[in-house]
């Protein structure tokens, strides 16, 4: 099956500042790939997603980009601000599998205002 | 719509107990799943069914746990006997295959404590 990486664990920013999460899977057959926010308590919440026909998607300061030939994709989060603090999951999904989703392991982010 | 509902939102049972989470499905998605989420372990898929469906229960920990669809509206997770390491969060989610992007849309949770 699909098994998906996230790195790193844990990232601390200055608010107003970058963030960037990376995430690796290992089945070049996964073609959707959607990232969450869960913050403290809450459920996790889909914040942007993209899929293998497109290398770039951009919403407001979150953008994601996919490599398929690396087989990898980014999450980047400009001018930070102190509620991006949550934790980030990355997701990807194979088609013609019963819509199974594989998650990484999440990364817990905080601005430092 | 409104979402993906759970209940209950917390529970706090003694060991021994039964245990019975509920869901339902964001009405036309055909797809549903059980997450467990807990601090060492992270998010766990622990079954899903797609047309109510179990297609894969390969996450479910022990006999203990059991999980039923029987309408495309409403799923159950039952645990009987719980145990104090049953405490997590349970996330129900669910999805329509080939609409809104195959998104899983996750409900509130149910908070179980098991002492």
């Known amino acids: 099956g699909e098994n998906v990486e996230q790195h790193p664990s844990t990232l601390s920013v200055q608010e107003g500042d970058s963030a960037v999460i990376k995430c690796t899977y290992s089945?070049?057959?996964?073609?959707?790939f959607p990232w969450y926010k869960q913050e403290l308590g809450k459920r996790p919440q889909l914040i942007i997603d993209?899929?293998?026909?497109?290398g770039e998607k951009k919403d407001q300061r979150i953008a994601v980009t996919l490599n398929k030939t690396a087989k990898h994709f980014s999450l980047h989060i400009t001018e930070t601000q102190p509620e991006d603090s949550a934790v980030y999951f990355c997701?990807?999904?194979?088609?013609?599998?019963?819509?199974?989703?594989?998650f990484g392991t999440g990364t817990s982010l905080t601005v430092i205002p | 719509d409104a979402g993906v509902i759970q209940s209950p939102r917390h529970e706090v049972t003694e060991m021994g107990q039964e245990v019975t989470l509920r869901c339902k499905p964001i009405?036309?998605?055909?797809?549903l799943f059980w997450y467990r989420q807990t601090m060492m372990r992270g998010l766990e898929l622990l079954i899903y069914?797609?047309?109510?469906?179990?297609?894969?229960d390969s996450g479910m920990p022990e006999d203990r746990f059991s999980a039923k669809m029987p309408n495309a509206s409403f799923s159950t997770l039952k645990i009987q006997p719980s145990e104090p390491r049953d405490s997590a969060v349970y996330f129900c989610?669910?999805?329509?295959?080939?609409?809104?992007?195959?998104?899983?849309?996750f409900g509130e949770g149910s908070w179980l404590t098991v002492v």
């Open positions: 993209i899929r293998s026909n497109v």
């Open positions: 989610a669910s999805s329509s295959q080939g609409k809104s992007g195959n998104t899983i849309y």
């Open positions: 069914f797609n047309n109510n469906v179990p297609i894969d």
């Open positions: 009405s036309g998605h055909n797809s």
């Open positions: 089945d070049s057959a996964s073609n959707y």
């Open positions: 997701a990807a999904s194979i088609p013609n599998t019963g819509n199974q989703f594989y």
